[in-house]
């Protein structure tokens, strides 16, 4: 008898129970390695505004360069929190309808939070 | 899960402390930290683009005592997030399994933070001009 019991195809396929593979795993890897230097970016640069006035932080933020690390570090740092609370809230909340409703809420609350942040950086960026 | 009653694992209350178990659970809370605090990065943005008065009651905010404890706890948060990521990342190639040396990278992810937040609320707290 074999030792798996896993039919054959699925092992071929390679998905694992979840039917989703090692997607979730690598992202959470990718955009880690993406917020180590996003993150370390960001934090110089408000320090850098650390006294600075509104016209100075409106036209730091509107250079082209930080407006685009900006806008790559607002999305890669919600999804990289979904994919971590997701974890969390899969690991603890036991209550079906409780843990899908808050898987749900989170990615809600996460998307319209990072379309809120690429919006006032694309406002800044182009003036208005 | 199956509601048995039955103690569950993993039995915490008669392990002995161990640092990786804070290294652990610390990578959690201070994710979850770390999630809210993005939401307050989006807060500047958005005043940063509404205009100087919406900017202004940021900075307020940013400046007042409770805001600046907010601050410094999200350094810290940040910090460790960060030191034991790249951890967790070196990890993730196989290396550093061996006792001792997870023992130590714990502590290695622990201080870092502690440093580094140290130096970074230095620099703040003496003016910005370092």
Known sequence: ?128 | MAQTGRPLSPHLQVYKWQVQMATSILHRATGIILAVGSLLIVWGLAALAAGEEAYACFTACASHPLGMIVLVGWTLAFFYHLSNGIRHLVQDTGKGYAIPSFVRSSWLSVIAAIVLTVIVWAFVLTGGHA
Do not use: C
Request: aromatic share 8%; proline share 2%.
């Open chain 1, 1 to 128: 008898m074999s030792k798996d019991l896993r039919n054959p195809l699925a092992r071929a396929r390679g998905l694992g129970s979840a039917k989703d593979g090692v997607h979730h795993w690598m992202l959470q890897r990718v955009t880690a390695i993406a917020l180590v230097f996003l993150t370390v970016w960001f934090l110089v640069m408000v320090l850098g505004l650390l006294h600075a006035d509104y016209a100075t932080a409106r036209a730091t933020v509107a250079k082209p360069w930080n407006a685009v690390l900006l806008i790559a570090f607002v999305v890669t740092a919600f999804r990289h929190a979904v994919l971590g609370l997701q974890v969390v809230i899969e690991d603890y909340v036991h209550t079906r309808w409780l843990e899908v409703g808050s898987l749900i809420v989170i990615k809600f609350i996460a998307v319209l939070a990072a379309l809120m942040g690429v919006l006032a950086v694309l406002r800044i960026a182009l003036g208005s």
